[in-house]
């Protein structure tokens, strides 16, 4: 079988992922035998970020490495894993919220498009957003709001 | 000379008066400036050794009335008369914003500073009295035409209560005029002085002019017309109400009471001196319940004026000297501390303690009208440094080997005075200026005027006391030799 | 004035909070702060006015981080060097690594003439200015370092590392080349060593705050040429560029190095993979414009009567809640800060000013006011930018999507609404709302 690696560069879709990955040096992390759940944005989700962000990052490599492992997972988790886990730590060290009902497959903000992809050493699951790490102040914020008003909103 | 003083300014309202509305203030200007450098010269001319009345002018008028024009100064009404001068300038020339009918007001301002000038310098007693009545008149006027919102019945009350005044002192007058031996009707003070009456007499004359002068000062429990007055009424017309007219109350309590009736006053004197204390801890404790500071400042005006009645009530050459000294302080800080509170209300709005905040502040509050607002709240709580220490200290001082306990109530009230005066700044200049209603216009220059010299005046005067007590010396002494020690009087009757 | 404002395509029912107007208002894309050509011109005024005193402020906190670290005497850490003012700005000039602003990347000419001349405008020896306070006020920045270096929890990596074992090897390599052949200063070290470490976390907070400056003040330069230049529709306008603006940066690295002897020591290394927008920006913000600590003042504060938060998380001190009314004292309300800006202040908001309350006399509270304005245009700039990072455009189709926006926007804005040791009543998010509040 192919690694997480193998999978991204024969996809044409994941160019800008697979330059970032190759910048921040971290194709060797990716090729060891993990195991590694991966959420890969796909080009689109890259150019929806504004311009300028990726410059940035592309020119410091650490900062570029940190939000890349944002985006990977240790261990193997298909999309029926994360039914019953609301987050999970990722390799970068915050976690990763997930929202997951038989019509949706969420990450954070992003929506997978395409799950479960397997790989020799992992599993990918294809994102249209690149995610980026939530402060631990967020979902304090998120509650706050609804505490004020005294009823109970979904979201 | 002290004709001048006061048919200058009754001429100048008459041309203030003839004159287009535009130039009546320049008018008004110009008279109470000459008035002023008048005053200045006299004190410059008054021979401080001389007991007697000096620039003494006579002129019979209706000799057979006993009415003559007869006008002195002396020691006593020196300090007054300048007093006069200096506030009514004060109050004239500098721009308070007279908007509606201006003329009018300047006449009557110069009005009411000629009758005040002749009351004061007045040696004929029914001279005095039409002083004293004529300078209600526009008085009266001018409190009903620019006061606050209940300005006509502040303007009647204060109009009836100065009328019954006046009443007891005429007719006190006359009665003396009368009971005089030579048959003749004798108004002539200098006359009168050497006319001894039967001490039952001399008391029921002396109670009239008592109540009489009592209601003008006023001493409690004639005061009641005080605070609507000078509530109601405009910053300048309270400035020259509580600064100099209420202090005819008490120049006629030293010139007339104690002056004509000495035996008599001797006897009264410890009931007068604890009326006294009663009034300044009642004028104190009254002040601190204030929730309105124009209001707190009147209080505190009728706690203060009673110092003088306790001034007045040991005789001690020390103690009237402190007596005079405090109607002149009492009527700089007054005018101060009136002229403050009326510069904040009118830029603030309101003079709610409540709601007043923060004036220190440098940028939106008033920083130097509330700096000058706690220099004032501490000269009047009698702050060494300042006027109100010496001349409070002085009455203490010189009452207290005769009257010790009205003298320790006078003290406790001082204290008293300390505490609402540090309510009144606490709450005013202290704190936190509201940021959703601070939007108060600056106070200009010009405005800043009569309260900087007005706190010159007091600094200078605590920090140089021999300026104002100088001129009273001879005069506090003459009036004490006069006075038979109490205890005497008091065997003579019981005998 | 037509600004580019988002109508949603799918419509939620109407928030029931508190401020639902304001939240609806950041829901199509707005700034808490209403959007009139007044308030545009006066945030833009404070922008500008803020950035220049701003570009010395970054170049002496850097200098003090990385030159006069923990000399136990600074007596002269405000004196900055050529070297420092000739500093080229990462983000601003030729050679930047991410041209910010068009202008040039040494210190700023308005700046270095206000530092020959200062407000008296005659050139006296630099240390008489400096004793009359005829300066810049560097006492305010320092302010700012110390609130967020005071409060605690404040998210990002960096306050874990600075407790690491990692870091404190770090602080005692450098402090032991910083006071190589100083027989004293070591001696107190090996006495009291986490003194020295705590001293050492100290400037590492200047220099956070440094390299967080050093990309505002051309951010807001850039914006006041565009404003000259008629580039702004509206106050959204100016927003949303301070939103592109923070995605732009959000990756330059946070450290912190010092400077001894012509050799450079990490205390914190760049390949920690810090950021500005987590380790700096979120930091800041929390500390500066929420928390600070209450100042000495006018008001004082009686921490028995629980007139002080016992939380440190509750503090509001900062400028969004600021009692606009100067009390003479370096904290927040920044009374030395606004007479920095005061000096450069651009003309159309002078003659603005001097019509108002008291004109050229109160001048230091109106600025006040704008700043306070332009600053909740900024926290306006990092909640929307936070919702575009962390969750969903504004014309999102889904409405779970858009129940998540508004819950994110409630829960911030109930920062300003909430009761709580009458935080309500300090926030001046209703005041900003009306142009009569100045």
């Known amino acids: 079988m192919t690694t997480i690696v193998d999978i991204a560069v024969s996809n044409s879709d994941f160019s800008t992922l697979v330059a970032a990955v190759s910048a921040a040096n971290l194709v060797d992390a990716l090729q060891s035998p993990g195991p590694f759940t991966v959420f890969a944005p796909t080009n689109n989700a890259f150019a929806k970020l504004p311009g300028g962000t990726i410059t940035t990052l592309l020119q410091n490599i650490p900062q570029l490495a940190r939000i890349l492992t944002y985006h990977v997972v240790s261990g193997k988790y298909y999309k029926n894993d994360l039914r019953e886990c609301k987050s999970l730590l990722s390799l970068e060290g915050s976690p990763i919220d997930f929202w997951v009902t038989d019509e949706d497959f969420e990450v954070n903000n992003a929506t997978v498009i395409a799950p479960d992809i397997e790989a020799e050493n992992g599993i990918i699951h294809v994102i249209d957003t690149v995610i980026l790490m939530r402060p631990h102040w967020f979902h304090p914020i998120m509650e706050f709001g609804q505490s004020q008003i005294g009823e109970q909103q979904p979201y | 000379m002290l004709s001048a003083l006061i048919w200058l300014p009754a001429i100048g309202a008459l041309i203030t008066g003839l004159v287009p509305i535009k130039s009546a203030k320049v008018s008004a200007v110009i008279v109470t400036t000459i008035v002023l450098i008048l005053d200045i010269l006299l004190l410059g001319q008054f021979n401080l050794g001389e007991s007697n009345f000096q620039f003494q002018e006579n002129l019979p008028w209706l000799d057979n009335l006993g009415l003559n024009y007869t006008l002195g100064i002396d020691g006593l009404s020196l300090p007054l008369v300048v007093l006069n001068g200096l506030i009514t300038w004060l109050v004239l020339c500098f721009d308070r914003e007279i908007e509606e009918r201006p003329r009018l007001f300047y006449v009557l301002g110069l009005l009411i500073h000629s009758g005040v000038s002749g009351a004061f310098l007045s040696l004929n007693t029914l001279l005095f009295v039409i002083f004293y009545e004529i300078e209600l008149i526009p008085l009266y006027l001018i409190i009903a035409i620019w006061g606050g919102r209940k300005k006509n019945y502040a303007a009647i009350k204060f109009l009836i209560f100065t009328a019954i005044s006046g009443i007891l002192i005429l007719a006190g007058f006359l009665a003396l005029a009368w009971l005089a031996p030579d048959g003749l009707p004798l108004f002539d003070y200098n006359a009168l002085r050497l006319v001894s009456l039967p001490l039952q007499t001399q008391v029921i004359l002396l109670l009239l002019l008592l109540c009489g002068f009592g209601i003008k000062a006023p001493f409690v429990p004639f005061h009641t017309w005080l605070p609507d007055t000078y509530v109601e009424s405009a910053t300048p017309i309270v400035m020259l109400l509580g600064g100099v007219v209420a202090k005819l109350g008490t120049y006629g309590l030293f010139r007339f009471c104690v002056g004509l009736f000495p035996d008599a006053w001797s006897l009264l004197a410890p009931w007068l001196a604890l009326w006294a204390g009663l009034g300044i801890l009642y004028g104190a404790i009254t002040a601190i319940a204030q929730k309105d500071i124009k209001r707190m400042v009147a209080y505190s005006s009728i706690g203060h004026m009673s110092y003088i009645l306790l001034a007045a009530a040991a005789t001690t050459p020390l103690s009237l000297i402190g007596g005079i000294a405090q109607m002149v302080s009492h009527g700089l800080i007054l005018a101060l501390l009136f002229d403050l509170v009326g510069i904040i209300e009118k830029k603030v709005g309101t003079r709610e303690l409540d709601v007043l905040n923060g004036l220190l502040n440098p940028l939106r509050g008033f920083p130097t009208i509330s700096a000058l607002l706690i220099l004032g709240g501490m000269a009047s709580a009698g702050i060494p440094g300042m006027v109100g220490f010496i001349a409070e200290f002085l009455v203490f001082q010189g009452s207290f080997s005769k009257f010790p306990i009205p003298t320790l109530l006078a003290i406790l009230g001082t204290g008293l005075t300390a505490v609402y005066f540090v309510i009144l700044l606490n709450r005013t200049c202290f704190g936190k200026l509201d940021n959703n209603t601070a939007y108060y216009p600056k106070v200009f220059r010009t405005e800043q005027i009569p309260a900087l010299v007005l706190t010159s005046i007091v600094i200078f005067l605590g920090i140089q006391p021999q300026w104002l007590i100088r001129w009273s010396e001879t005069a506090s002494v003459q009036i004490a030799d006069r006075l038979p020690a109490i205890t005497i009087v008091s065997k003579t009757l019981q005998k | ?438």
Request: aromatic share 16%.
């Open chain 3, 1 to 438: 004035m037509p600004s580019t404002l988002i109508e949603p395509t799918t419509k939620l029912p109407p928030s029931s909070h508190p401020l639902a107007d304001i939240i609806h208002r950041l829901e199509r894309g707005g700034s808490m702060l209403p959007d009139t050509p007044e308030n545009l011109m006066q945030i833009i005024g404070l922008y500008k006015a803020y950035a220049i005193p701003m570009d010395f402020y970054w170049r002496d906190l850097l200098y003090i981080a990385e030159r006069v670290f923990l000399d136990p005497l600074p007596a002269f850490k405000y004196f900055l060097p050529q070297e420092y003012l000739d500093l080229p700005n990462h983000y601003a000039g030729e050679t930047a690594d991410l041209r910010i602003w068009r202008g040039y990347s040494t210190a700023h000419q308005e700046l270095l003439d206000f530092m020959a001349k200062g407000e008296l405008k005659t050139k006296i020896p630099k240390l008489f200015h400096h004793l009359y306070h005829d300066r810049i006020n560097m006492e305010f920045a320092e302010e700012c370092m110390r609130a967020m270096f005071w409060h605690r929890n404040m998210g990002g990596l960096l306050e874990p590392y600075m407790d690491s074992e990692e870091y404190k090897q770090n602080a005692d390599r450098v402090i032991r080349a910083y006071f190589a052949g100083n027989p004293i200063m070591l001696g107190l070290y090996r006495l009291f060593p986490d003194l020295f470490i705590e001293q050492c976390r100290r400037a590492t907070m200047y220099s956070v705050l440094g390299l967080f400056w050093e990309v505002m003040a051309p951010v807001f330069l850039e914006m006041s040429d565009i404003y000259d230049e008629g580039g702004f529709q509206g106050v959204p306008d100016a927003m949303n560029f301070l939103v592109n603006g923070i995605f732009a940066i959000a990756g330059r690295p946070i450290y912190h190095r010092v400077h001894i002897r012509g050799e450079w020591f990490d205390v914190v290394p760049k390949s920690k993979g810090f950021t500005w927008l987590y380790e700096a920006a979120f930091p800041y913000v929390e500390a500066i414009f929420y928390r600070t600590s209450p100042f000495r003042g006018t008001k004082s504060y009686n921490a028995q009567a629980e007139q002080v938060p016992k939380d440190q998380n509750d503090f509001h001190y900062g400028i969004l809640y600021a009692d606009k009314f100067p009390v003479a004292s370096a904290g927040i309300p920044p009374t030395l800060l606004h007479q920095d800006m005061y000096h450069f202040l651009p003309k159309y908001l002078v003659d603005y000013y001097q019509k108002f309350c008291r004109g050229n006399d109160d001048m230091l509270i109106q600025l006040a006011v704008s700043f306070q304005r332009s600053m909740y245009n900024v926290t306006s700039a990092v909640i929307q930018a936070g919702r575009a990072a962390f969750l969903y455009p504004l014309d999102d189709p889904n409405p779970r999507h858009l129940m998540a926006n508004r819950a994110y926007f409630e829960g911030q804005l109930s920062r300003f609404s909430n009761p709580k040791y009458n935080m309500n009543q300090a926030a001046k998010i209703l005041a900003i709302q009306s142009q009569d509040y100045r």
